[in-house]
């Protein structure tokens, strides 16, 4: 089930990149098709220090147990 999820969601993914490619071929889209592109490009470096970020944070909690059943506590 999760493997059909995924590749839904690849498949849908790619629809959309396909989608800003064509959408270029207008001379009024171009512009935004291109400064849209330039965005997702430019966030790339942003989004892997978040993910970083959340990866560190969901560290230190599963160091603390929070959310652990197994460990005993009040939390």
């Not at 999820?5 to 989608?19: D, P, S, W």
């Not at 892997?48 to 506590?73: E, K, R």
């Amino acid at each position: 089930m999760f493997a059909v999820k995924l590749l839904m969601t690849i498949i849908l993914i790619q629809q959309i990149v396909k989608t800003f490619f064509f959408m270029r071929i207008f001379n009024t889209l171009s512009y935004i098709v291109t400064m849209i592109h330039t965005v997702i490009w430019d966030l790339r470096v942003f989004l892997f220090f978040y993910f970083i970020l959340i990866v560190l944070f969901s560290m230190v909690f599963a160091v603390l147990g929070v959310g652990n059943a197994n460990v005993p506590g009040d939390f």
